[in-house]
């Protein structure tokens, strides 16, 4: 039924939206105008469709999200056909309003479907579930000054998603003068999200955040931010005797504060010819107490021994860009993130983990919004370095390709890559890791329409054993659709 409701919509949106002209493209280093609800990538219709209840106008908004794609020899050894193809639909209809001038409310629900499929044994896996979105309401402009207090789930969004790129039950104040901005608000989750599950999320249970964000902008398209997350998880450890399901167990409970500052802009110079720099740099202080898992002859996960240790890290991420002066706005690339990594103790941690609320996901150079860190890979910043160098250009107003290799290297030689989509982990004796190359299309030349070609592969290094040095590599067609 999900499906059907799925594609009779792609139907009724792709006519919509190829009636539709393409808007003018905002200027390089010009933020673009985003509501709270929205992600940078994000697009909405112009005129929505309103209705009236009780009196009020309300505005609807739908969106689709479909993709396919095809994940090859992820577990780097052609010699087991372990490929598999990924059909994902997501679907959201959401819900704006405003009681007075200075009050909007907003509903979002989300409809997920997903269906893998083995190529080895032709077995499919499907899962469909629908999830709470953003449901929130926002009193702004306070005392007739620039600040506003949003309340419910809403959207945490950092425009590099380098800190966060979550939706969250929060409290969040936002004072925003002409030139700087804060924002800041404490958060936990209240209930949990999906269909699918049956309670939240073990890792979410009884965590408190304080989150915020300083950002000035000392010149025209140049700033300075500052940012902070403080984490407490007092869920406590696993009672004696307890047993848990694969994935619902809390290996981790404790204090965690990210600290960080960031600094980006862009010169132009009398040539057109444009210059963009940004940079990161972020530390991790705090402890932890972690409990080691066991497995029962009936597959269940028994707790044992919980320890504390010390956490300490930190990370950097620097990059350019040189924008040449062109119809096709030809743009290199460069850049070069770091986050710690080094044999620990038992009582000190010394990598560096990222927020856990991160995607790690912007623009480059062209129209679409990518994974910074490789597509395929797409690794957590933690004992790793990765080096990238790009060159993308433009067809039209807003279609775009762009070629993107990253160079991977831990900082100590480990047997894990922290959140990788790979099968396969490395040996813990070299610290190559290989490399990656991404080639991303993307056409977005109406409103309510765009089209994506990702294509990728990883070239395994010395990290993988012999025997397990096989390329990976996919593909994905993606379409999206609002209004």
């Not at 106008?57 to 090859?72: A, D, F, I, T, W």
């Amino acid at each position: 039924m999900l499906r059907r409701c799925l594609l009779l919509t792609l139907s009724v949106l792709a006519a919509s939206a190829l009636a539709q002209t393409p808007p003018p493209e905002p200027e390089l280093g010009t933020p673009a105008p985003r509501t709270v609800s929205q992600r940078p990538d994000e697009r909405r219709a112009e005129q929505p469709s309103t209705v009236q209840l009780f009196g009020v106008p309300v505005e609807l908004g739908m969106s689709y999200e479909g993709s396919v794609e095809g994940r090859r020899n992820y577990d780097l050894n052609r010699a087991r056909n372990r490929d598999r193809d990924v059909a994902s639909h997501e679907l959201k209809l959401d819900a704006r309003w405003k009681t007075d001038a200075d009050t909007t409310w907003f509903v979002q629900g989300v409809g997920l479907s997903d269906r893998r499929r083995s190529r080895s044994d032709r077995s499919v896996t499907k899962q469909e579930s629908a999830e709470r979105g953003q449901t929130w309401v926002m009193w702004e402009r306070l005392g007739e000054y620039p600040l506003s207090i949003q309340m419910g789930r809403i959207a945490l969004v950092d425009r590099r998603s380098w800190w966060w790129d979550d939706d969250l039950d929060a409290i969040r104040l936002v004072y925003a003068p002409d030139n700087w901005r804060l924002e800041t608000g404490v958060a936990r989750e209240l209930a949990r999200v999906s269909s699918a599950s049956h309670d939240m999320d073990a890792d979410k249970k009884a965590v408190k955040r304080w989150f915020g964000n300083f950002n000035l902008r000392w010149a025209p398209r140049h700033s300075v931010e500052a940012f902070w997350l403080f984490t407490d998880d007092d869920s406590g450890p696993p009672k004696p005797g307890s047993l848990f399901a694969e994935d619902e167990e809390d290996a981790s409970d404790g204090r965690l504060r990210w600290l960080g500052l960031r600094s980006s802009g862009e010169v132009r110079f009398e040539s057109k010819n444009r210059w963009t720099y940004r940079a990161d740099a972020a530390m991790l202080r705090g402890r932890e107490f972690v409990t080691a898992f066991s497995t029962t002859p009936e597959g269940l996960l028994s707790p044992g021994a919980t320890s504390r240790r010390n956490v300490r890290g930190y990370a950097w991420d620097i990059g350019t860009q040189w924008v040449l002066p062109s119809a096709a706005r030809p743009t290199f690339s460069l850049g070069l993130a770091q986050g710690s990594g080094a044999p620990g103790t038992a009582t000190l941690e010394r990598g560096f983990r990222q927020t856990g609320l991160h995607e790690n996901k912007g623009r480059v150079g062209g129209v679409k919004r990518l994974r910074f860190y490789g597509e395929l890979l797409d690794p957590e910043l933690s004992n790793l370095r990765v080096a990238s160098a790009g060159f993308g250009f433009r067809f039209l107003s807003s279609t775009s390709a762009e070629v993107i290799v990253h160079r991977y290297r831990q900082m100590f030689a480990d047997t894990r890559i922290a959140n990788s989509r790979l099968s396969q982990d490395p040996q813990g004796l070299s610290r190559d890791i290989g490399r990656e190359i991404d080639v991303l299309f993307a056409m977005r030349e109406w409103r309510q329409f765009e089209v994506t070609l990702l294509l990728t592969r990883f070239y395994p290094g010395q990290a993988f054993a012999e025997n397990r040095r096989d390329p990976a590599h996919g593909i994905e067609l993606g379409v999206a659709l609002n209004f």
